[in-house]
């Protein structure tokens, strides 16, 4: 009976190492999957700030149009010109973000996909 016993107590412990190496690998996320989404996050990000970059450019475009038009009252100019500096710093500012999303996407392209561990 002592041998039943041990075998017992044997057996539940062997159990419990068994679950978390289970979840474990449940866990455990591909690191060239990782890698593919983080491009693809980085691509669909660069492609939302050249939209926005476009977007801003026709506003920008269509405000100097106010601005220069041959006949424009004073309160017009004024506005688009306040409309056009605001926009002016949110193109400086989407232009940033582009080229520092664009350096590291290029880096992680440069980089390559992760090795795969045997």
């Given at each position: ?24 690998k ?14 693809g ?78």
């Amino acid at each position: 009976m002592i041998t039943g016993t041990g075998t017992g107590a044997t057996a539940a412990p062997a159990a419990t190492p068994a679950a978390p190496k289970t979840e474990e690998k449940k866990t455990a996320v591909d690191p060239l999957k990782e890698y593919n989404e983080q491009l693809g996050r980085l691509r669909t990000k660069i492609r939302t700030l050249q939209d926005e970059e476009t977007e801003l450019q026709l506003q920008m475009n269509e405000l100097n149009n106010q601005v220069y038009a041959p006949v424009v009252d004073q309160a017009a100019k004024d506005q688009a010109l306040t409309v056009v500096g605001a926009a002016q710093q949110r193109l400086t500012d989407i232009r940033r973000e582009l080229d520092v999303t664009t350096k590291e996407l290029q880096g992680l392209v440069a980089q390559g996909p992760p090795k795969p561990v045997k």
